[in-house]
């Protein structure tokens, strides 16, 4: 199992701009618990749905490419009534 201290370490090394998160893997729901290479990356849409899963480290044209695709996806808007955050109630 990699630390955190080590996470931010090669983040730092490979200049990963994006965030990077830890899991426990009896933690996780069912759905992602198949996932068993490490580092695995995900791209989850506004709308919860997986765009993209890579498994290893990005490098070069592969990171950028993933980085293309995640300022479009980030540029996509909601389905339906959903918001990005919670509104305030005046009054």
Same mark, same amino acid.
């Given at each position: 199992m990699v630390s955190p201290k080590e996470q931010r370490e090669a983040a730092a090394r490979?200049?990963?701009? !994006? %965030?990077?998160? /830890?899991?426990e893997q009896d933690k996780?729901?069912?759905?992602?618990?198949?996932?068993?290479? !490490? %580092?695995?990356? /995900?791209?989850?849409?506004?709308?919860?749905?997986?765009?993209e899963v890579v498994f290893g480290i990005l490098f070069g044209e592969q990171k950028e490419a993933f980085e293309r695709k995640l300022v479009s996806v980030l540029k996509e808007k909601l389905k339906g009534?959903?918001?990005?955050?919670?509104t305030k109630k005046r009054g």
């Open positions: 490979f200049k990963l701009t !994006y %965030p990077l998160f /830890l899991w996780l729901p069912p759905l992602l618990r198949v996932i068993n290479a !490490y %580092p695995t990356t /995900l791209l989850i849409d506004r709308n919860g749905k997986i765009r009534n959903q918001r990005t955050a919670p």
